[in-house]
């Protein structure tokens, strides 16, 4: 290779694929003979299939390091660590506290209280002393506002238990081009466990809203990272269309039992299908306002996206942004490690995994191993409910040894797929979904 391509190959595939593919391996097009052979081995395995890979393709071995590799330099994994309650996580960020699932943990249909993700903006704040006596305050633009234990919420309202997503409204960051700031998550900034509370709705007409109120807003008892008193952590606010959505709910139990504390115990918002940020930890207050909410995370490019797609990698000051709503379509491969390494003769390979869609469902997945020219369609099950992820299977073929990808998409109930590539880049990488991409490595 020449001297150029070892500036960094990623590099020069995000500049200019086609040219990267031109000097790299001699090629414009399909990747043949001797091309083929050079990225083989770079890989560590003959690419069977790779005459199929579409110019500016990059194994994605280069681009996204196994963890299972773990050998230090460039090609070491992601950071792991595991704290009290929680599995081994894919460490974000240590202040504040960011943790990612990677996708293989996510492989029950409901996720246990030690798997799901943890996303704090600001300090965390000290266990409750006393859980039942937490209050939750009602007010703004209402009739009557309420202060409310979690003893009294559990017994004025009806309680209901759902498995809902919720999800990261940065989830898949790591896939802009141009980088974006904030935590380089993969798709693991999910989880879909089994929430009981009572909705917010019934409480909001408990305190009577007011005709003009539109938008609430959210407050929770986590200090903010510099210990300033007067600033939040995070504040957000929603419509309020979707703050009397008979699934967003005030939750005090997950999967049976108390919320952990790192997520939000004793009670904390649950908003499914749109970003997680609306689902306040910690939750103290919630605030109706005839305006859209002004707090910590609102406003300029927080949690919004361009209308018109800008250019990647240009400054904006987000005013002509609109603020995320449903989350889009996206999937995850639970059965299988990116890297995974399988034994010779593997000949075949049962795939799993979950797919979501914000307020919608998925309607099909599909699997490639041929770099996206034929693709399998997978069983995709039906939602527990509403809200719910849904799970799916299915098998793929290998034709003989070698480097593979599982290529992974899902196709939401408005006839929407994960594209190939993230689109409407944003200087905060919101709505990042694109195909996902296993490498596995057979003999
Ligand atoms: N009080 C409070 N609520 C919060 C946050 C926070 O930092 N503080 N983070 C939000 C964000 S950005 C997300 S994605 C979810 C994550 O919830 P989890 O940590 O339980 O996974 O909580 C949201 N609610
Ligand atoms: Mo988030």
């Given at each position: 290779?020449?001297?150029?391509?070892?500036?960094?190959?990623?590099?020069?595939?995000?500049?200019?694929?086609?040219?990267?593919?031109?000097?790299?391996?001699?090629?414009?097009?399909?990747?043949?003979?001797?091309?083929?052979?050079?990225?083989?081995?770079?890989?560590?395995?003959?690419?069977?299939?790779?005459?199929?890979?579409?110019?500016?393709?990059?194994?994605?071995?280069?681009?996204?390091?196994?963890?299972?590799?773990?050998?230090?330099?460039?090609?070491?994994?992601?950071?792991?660590?595991?704290?009290?309650?929680?599995?081994?996580?894919?460490?974000?960020?240590?202040?504040?506290?960011?943790?990612?699932?990677?996708?293989?943990?996510?492989?029950?249909?409901?996720?246990?209280?030690?798997?799901?993700?943890v996303r704090n903006n600001g300090q965390i704040p000290p266990v409750a002393e006393n859980a039942d006596s937490?209050?939750?305050?009602?007010?703004?633009?209402?009739?009557?506002?309420?202060?409310?234990?979690?003893?009294?919420?559990?017994?004025?309202?009806?309680?209901?238990?759902?498995?809902?997503?919720?999800?990261?409204?940065?989830?898949?960051?790591?896939?802009?081009?141009?980088?974006?700031?904030?935590?380089?998550?993969?798709?693991?900034?999910?989880?879909?466990?089994?929430?009981?509370?009572?909705?917010?709705?019934?409480?909001?007409?408990?305190?009577?809203?007011?005709?003009?109120?539109?938008?609430?807003?959210?407050?929770?008892?986590?200090?903010?990272?510099?210990?300033?008193?007067?600033?939040?952590?995070?504040?957000?606010?929603?419509?309020?269309?979707?703050?009397?959505?008979?699934?967003?709910?005030?939750?005090?139990?997950?999967?049976?039992?108390?919320?952990?504390?790192?997520?939000?115990?004793?009670?904390?918002?649950?908003?499914?299908?749109?970003?997680?940020?609306l689902s306040q930890k910690w939750l103290t207050r919630v605030t109706l306002l005839n305006e859209p909410h002004?707090?910590?995370?609102?406003?300029?490019?927080?949690?919004?996206?361009?209308?018109?797609?800008?250019?990647?990698?240009?400054?904006?000051?987000?005013?002509?942004?609109?603020?995320?709503?449903?989350?889009?379509?996206?999937?995850?491969?639970?059965?299988?490690?990116?890297?995974?390494?399988?034994?010779?003769?593997?000949?075949?390979?049962?795939?799993?995994?979950?797919?979501?869609?914000?307020?919608?469902?998925?309607?099909?997945?599909?699997?490639?191993?041929?770099?996206?020219?034929?693709?399998?369609?997978?069983?995709?099950?039906?939602?527990?409910?509403?809200?719910?992820?849904?799970?799916?299977?299915?098998?793929?073929?290998?034709?003989?040894?070698?480097?593979?990808?599982?290529?992974?998409?899902?196709?939401?109930?408005?006839?929407?797929?994960?594209?190939?590539?993230?689109?409407?880049?944003?200087?905060?990488?919101?709505?990042?979904?694109?195909?996902?991409?296993?490498?596995?490595?057979?003999?």
């Amino acid at each position: 290779m020449t001297r150029k391509t070892e500036r960094s190959v990623q590099e020069l595939y995000q500049d200019d694929p086609e040219r990267a593919d031109a000097m790299a391996f001699g090629r414009r097009g399909a990747l043949k003979g001797a091309a083929l052979a050079a990225m083989g081995g770079a890989v560590g395995a003959a690419i069977p299939l790779g005459g199929n890979m579409p110019p500016g393709t990059l194994p994605a071995l280069f681009g996204r390091p196994a963890a299972a590799q773990g050998a230090g330099g460039a090609a070491a994994g992601p950071q792991m660590m595991r704290i009290d309650g929680k599995v081994e996580m894919i460490l974000q960020g240590d202040r504040p506290l960011v943790l990612e699932a990677p996708e293989t943990i996510l492989d029950d249909a409901v996720t246990p209280n030690d798997k799901i993700f943890v996303r704090n903006n600001g300090q965390i704040p000290p266990v409750a002393e006393n859980a039942d006596s937490w209050k939750v305050t009602i007010d703004g633009e209402v009739n009557a506002p309420l202060e409310l234990s979690v003893v009294e919420l559990r017994s004025r309202f009806e309680n209901v238990t759902r498995e809902l997503q919720m999800e990261c409204g940065g989830n898949g960051r790591a896939q802009f081009a141009p980088q974006t700031r904030g935590n380089q998550w993969g798709n693991g900034a999910i989880c879909n466990a089994s929430w009981t509370g009572v909705r917010l709705r019934d409480v909001l007409r408990a305190a009577g809203v007011k005709d003009g109120a539109k938008h609430t807003g959210h407050y929770g008892a986590d200090p903010h990272l510099s210990g300033t008193e007067d600033r939040q952590a995070i504040s957000r606010g929603m419509p309020v269309e979707k703050a009397m959505d008979e699934d967003t709910l005030i939750v005090f139990a997950v999967n049976g039992g108390p919320i952990p504390h790192i997520n939000g115990a004793p009670v904390r918002l649950l908003v499914p299908g749109w970003p997680g940020s609306l689902s306040q930890k910690w939750l103290t207050r919630v605030t109706l306002l005839n305006e859209p909410h002004r707090g910590q995370g609102m406003g300029g490019t927080s949690y919004r996206v361009p209308v018109t797609p800008i250019v990647p990698g240009s400054s904006n000051d987000g005013a002509s942004f609109r603020d995320m709503t449903s989350m889009p379509v996206r999937s995850i491969l639970s059965s299988h490690a990116h890297g995974t390494r399988l034994a010779a003769g593997t000949r075949s390979l049962d795939l799993r995994g979950a797919a979501w869609a914000g307020d919608h469902t998925v309607r099909a997945m599909h699997a490639s191993v041929d770099f996206g020219a034929t693709w399998t369609e997978m069983q995709v099950a039906d939602p527990a409910n509403r809200h719910a992820w849904q799970r799916w299977q299915g098998r793929v073929a290998l034709p003989s040894d070698g480097y593979y990808e599982v290529w992974y998409r899902a196709t939401d109930s408005e006839g929407r797929m994960q594209p190939h590539a993230p689109a409407n880049w944003n200087p905060q990488g919101y709505g990042a979904n694109a195909i996902g991409r296993a490498a596995v490595l057979v003999g």
